[in-house]
């Protein structure tokens, strides 16, 4: 046998016959649903209407995320007004459009244009003003934004921002009824458009949009200790364990418990689902608004900075 072949020939008896190392892998053991939870409707920025899924109640469970907020509307009253100047420091926002377009600036000279399954993923770091407008007076504006801690050694990092057109988001098909847009991490074998080194990085952050065009099954490998969530956007699907089967219904978030290998979901057709997972940084969390950082000394410095203007270079 050669070490790291996927095909194998052996002697059995007194036949030569030949494994296929891949598909004699363990199984999945599934994860179970621990909780689902219908988020909180609300309004940001400029009266922007939104529905804010991850709240402060569940950080500490699904850390290292602090919130995902999910916009849609084809009222222009509901997001016209955009998120206007607003200051960040010490984590990173990921924005996924949907539908629509909305147009990025920030304090550090970056400016892009997020369209139709695009992505923004700016690292605040040390400090950062920037605004998000919409480019449209009418339409469909569609769309969701998470929040990911950063570690204590990079909360004062150089601010950075990645603006990733939808044609540079790797898809794959595991199934030929079901796409997978694989935004950060890595999906049967595929890499996202975000894959940063663990020294780095120590969230390792998997970002998946799993789209069901008939009703089939998915099955995503997750590290165990890592806190993972879904997020269903589109219809419904059932997360399948050996413990139990749960529905999850459009517009609810399950968390998953720790346990297994993976998870696998049955979708409806047309069911849309995020899958977030990430490696909890088990530090001390200390929010003050836009500003996330360890202590409350620090929140305070901040404060103190973004008011001298220190976050505008």
């Not at 849609?72 to 984590?91: A, C, I, K, L």
């Not at 069911?271 to 997972?277: D, T």
């Not at 940084?281 to 900075?305: C, H, K, S, W």
Request: proline content about 5%; overall charge negative.
């Amino acid at each position: 046998m050669v070490v790291g072949q996927k095909v194998i020939p052996i002697i059995q008896g007194s036949k030569f016959i030949v494994i296929d190392m891949e598909k004699t892998q363990a199984p999945l053991i599934g994860r179970s649903v621990e909780q689902q939870i219908t988020g909180q409707a609300t309004r940001d920025g400029d009266g922007v209407k939104l529905t804010r899924v991850l709240t402060q109640t569940h950080q500490r469970r699904l850390d290292p995320f602090l919130m995902l907020d999910h916009f849609g509307s084809d009222d222009p009253n509901d997001y016209g007004g955009g998120f206007p100047d607003h200051p960040h420091r010490g984590f990173e926002t990921v924005t996924y459009m949907i539908a629509g377009r909305m147009r990025h600036k920030d304090s550090a000279g970056n400016e892009g244009l997020l369209q139709n399954g695009g992505v923004q993923w700016m690292t605040a770091g040390r400090g950062v003003v920037h605004s998000e407008m919409p480019e449209q007076e009418e339409g469909v504006m569609e769309g969701f934004q998470l929040w990911l801690n950063l570690p204590s050694q990079q909360k004062m990092c150089r601010p950075a921002y990645l603006d990733i057109q939808s044609d540079r988001i790797p898809e794959t098909w595991p199934h030929e009824s079901v796409k997978v847009r694989v935004i950060a991490g890595e999906s049967n074998g595929t890499l996202g458009a975000v894959h940063r080194a663990p020294s780095l990085f120590p969230t390792q952050t998997l970002y998946l949009d799993i789209q069901f065009e008939k009703q089939s099954n998915f099955e995503q490998t997750l590290n165990p200790k890592h806190n993972a969530f879904l997020f269903v956007y589109r219809g419904s699907v059932s997360v399948v364990s050996e413990k139990q089967t749960t529905a999850i219904e459009s517009n609810r978030m399950a968390i998953l418990r720790n346990e297994g290998t993976g998870v696998l979901i049955q979708g409806s057709a047309g069911a849309k689902v995020l899958l977030i997972s990430g490696q909890a940084l088990n530090e001390p969390i200390a929010q003050y608004g836009p500003f996330v950082m360890n202590t409350r000394e620090e929140l305070m410095q901040a404060v103190d900075d973004f008011r001298a203007g220190l976050f505008n270079s």
